[in-house]
């Protein structure tokens, strides 16, 4: 195993059926990431390391919260640009049988 590091994070526990997504931001000064899919459905993501840090909080938010199940939000797939066409969609489900 290589070099570790250390994550200490705070984080407001919201509730089941929202999200407060003012903590992510916390600390980070220049967000940035875009995703795109291309025809055979492959999906890339693009981000700087602040957009990394804020998705990371996102998804770990969504883990540890209590979400319900079908809990889902919204973004474009570019932060910062108005959702005017295709969007991510992530949406918190029991493990697919």
Known sequence: MGDT????LTLT???AN???????????GDVWY???SDASGNVT???NPD??????????????TGKANG??????LEFGK???GPELTIIHVDQPR
């Open 18 to 28: 929202s999200m407060n997504f003012e903590d992510t931001y916390a600390g980070l």
């Open 5 to 8: 590091f250390e994550v200490n």
């Open 71 to 76: 809990y889902h939000a919204h973004h474009s």
């Open 51 to 64: 957009g990394f840090e804020h998705l990371a909080r996102c998804f770990l938010k969504m883990a540890r």
């Open 34 to 36: 875009k995703f795109e």
């Open 45 to 47: 993501l693009w981000a």
């Open 13 to 15: 526990r919201d509730k």
């Open 82 to 84: 108005e959702p005017e």
